[in-house]
Nanobody
Framework: EVQLVQSGAELRNPGASVKVSCKAHGYIYTSYYIDWVRQAPGQGLEWMGRIDPENNGTKYARNFQDRVTFAADTSTNTAYVELTSLRIEDTAVYYC?????????WGQGTQVTVAV
């Protein structure tokens, strides 16, 4: 079974950084891009970018170009997103996802709360 398993909820102060992990199971990890998407309360899905786990090539959405870093570790089949200079409006559920020949697969989501 294809599964993307994400790390647990995070609470950070404004200005801090956060890292969320996404461990892939049940498919050839290096064969498909991993996308990162977030959904803030009351908002739609916002694409943050993607990583190619085969070579760590990345594509960042314009709005995150200066604050987001993706990484992929082929030894553990785990992808990571790090978001820096956190703002209260970064509070959201963060998802990893991949699109394969058998459909789209999503992690369970990680709640990141940025608050004083």
């Amino acid at each position: 079974e294809v599964q993307l398993v994400q790390s647990g909820a995070e609470l950070r102060n404004p200005g801090a950084s956060v890292k969320v992990s996404c461990k892939a199971h049940g498919y050839i990890y290096t064969s498909y891009y991993i996308d990162w998407v977030r959904q803030a309360p009351g908002q739609g899905l916002e694409w943050m970018g993607r990583i190619d786990p085969e070579n760590n090539g990345t594509k960042y959405a314009r709005n995150f170009q200066d604050r987001v870093t993706f990484a992929a570790d082929t030894s553990t089949n785990t992808a990571y997103v790090e978001l820096t200079s956190l703002r209260i409006e970064d509070t959201a559920v963060y998802y990893c996802a991949t699109s394969g020949t058998s459909g789209d697969y999503w992690g369970q989501g990680t709640q990141v709360t940025v608050a004083v």
